[in-house]
């Protein structure tokens, strides 16, 4: 018994020796910006206009000998001369009892890229490029206000829905869906990738499938990745969605006057057809071409659409887009265009109560309605993608119908 006990205080007394205490907490690795942003005091400001290298650090604390010597050894690694004004700057203090000495200084290129400058002992820096990943994303919205607005309230932030409604409305429905006319009860279904930064949104890196219904009937586009295909999408049978004409010659904005036979001029006040569809959106808009095609004209006109643009697609279709502000670089009489090519920008020219783009649709020489033009597809899927067109259009439909992606994603 008295040998036990002994051998207990000497285990006590073992383990006293060694430190066999409370374990000491670990001091947490250097984060990859290369130093401990929580143990300094923070400071943020921008670039002001004119503002040089030294002048920054000097108003940041540094001595103008130190800012002189970090200039001397940006080498290729920071070019002072790109610092944009406006870039933030994120400035790190070591606090004091008077004065609070600058440490460090991280000039933001970027959402991705940083440079980092050490701003005591010895004077250097160093570029620090923030992992990314790729996040496969759904999301499912119901037209009640609009496009914009309901993806906000579905969750996307700004960024994120201003690339998706670029996306839709200009890349993938721009020749099947009118985004001018969306109605309430509309839906959208988007499978897409977003790039991502330590959980920040970063882009909008494609549409995988999106699915537009209104009514029973929906709208599958289905993006290939196979040299050749382009940026073309197709719906589940393997048409092509891009069509010869786009639906309208300028991004998502709002029609403020349809074609009529009959309407009253808004200047003049007297009653005449108005054979085209005014697009109103702010002056300096891009206005494209919404087809390929010959520029027959491009220039004044005396009566009453100043400048003007008038564009020969083939021998059935003939467009103009009126009131325009100017004429985009090289459109002049004779010019060959592509779809969706900037052709001029939207203006106030002529007899116009405010910047609008009227544009304009001629079929065999006769005024027909763009809105309600129907447009020839493209080339369809070449016949040996339809079997992996068929497996992805099982896979996505799926997705659609459970509103979810399969837990393996």
């Known amino acids: 018994m008295v040998k036990k006990i002994i051998l207990i205080f000497s285990t006590i007394a073992l383990l006293a020796s060694c430190g066999g205490g409370p374990a000491q907490k670990k001091e947490e690795p250097i984060p990859p910006i290369g130093f401990r942003v929580n143990k300094y005091e923070h400071d943020s400001t921008n670039v002001k206009s004119g503002e040089t290298f030294p002048g920054l650090m000097t108003r940041l604390g540094l001595s103008r000998a130190d800012a002189n010597t970090l200039y001397s050894r940006r080498d290729t690694m920071f070019n002072a001369q790109k610092m944009r004004a406006g870039a933030r700057v994120d400035a790190y203090y070591t606090p004091g009892d ?61 960024a994120a829905t201003g690339q998706m409604v670029d996306l839709l409305a200009n890349d993938i429905y721009a020749w099947t869906v009118n985004f001018f006319s969306l109605r309430e009860g509309d839906r959208f279904q988007v499978l897409y990738n977003q790039k991502v930064s330590e959980g920040e949104f970063i882009s909008l890196e494609g549409i995988e499938c999106a699915r537009y219904s209104s009514g029973p009937d929906g709208i599958y586009a289905l993006r290939l990745n196979h040299e050749g295909l382009g940026k073309n999408y197709f719906d589940e049978t393997g048409k092509n969605l891009r069509k010869a004409f786009l639906k309208a010659p300028l991004k998502y904005n709002r029609v403020s006057s349809k074609f009529t036979l009959h309407r009253k001029h ?11 569809v005014d697009f109103a959106a702010p002056a300096g808009t891009p206005v494209r071409a919404i087809g390929d095609g010959r520029v027959i004209s491009a220039g004044w006109t005396t009566t009453g659409g100043g400048n003007v643009i008038k564009i020969e697609h083939n021998r059935t279709y003939t467009t103009g887009y009126l009131h325009l502000k100017g004429f985009a670089k090289g459109i002049k009489a004779g010019a060959r265009v592509s779809q969706g090519q900037i052709i001029g920008y939207v203006g106030n020219t002529g007899v116009s109560t405010g910047p609008h783009l009227d544009f304009r649709v001629w079929k065999n020489g006769t005024p027909i309605d763009p809105l309600a033009m129907k447009s020839p597809p493209a080339d369809p899927l070449p016949a040996k993608y339809k079997p992996e067109l068929d497996s992805l259009v099982t896979v996505y439909k799926d997705i659609f119908e459970n509103g979810k992606l399969p837990l393996s994603e």
Request: aromatic share 12%.
């Open 98 to 158: 008077s004065l609070r000495t600058l440490e460090y200084v991280v000039y933001n290129h970027s959402k991705l890229k940083k440079t980092v400058f050490k701003c005591t002992d010895s004077l250097y820096m160093w570029n620090y490029y923030r992992p990314t990943s790729i996040e496969k994303k759904y999301v499912d919205v119901t037209i009640h206000s609009s496009l914009w607005v309901d993806l906000l309230k579905a969750g996307l932030n700004e």
């Open 266 to 276: 808004p200047v003049t006040g007297k009653v005449r057809p108005h054979t085209g």
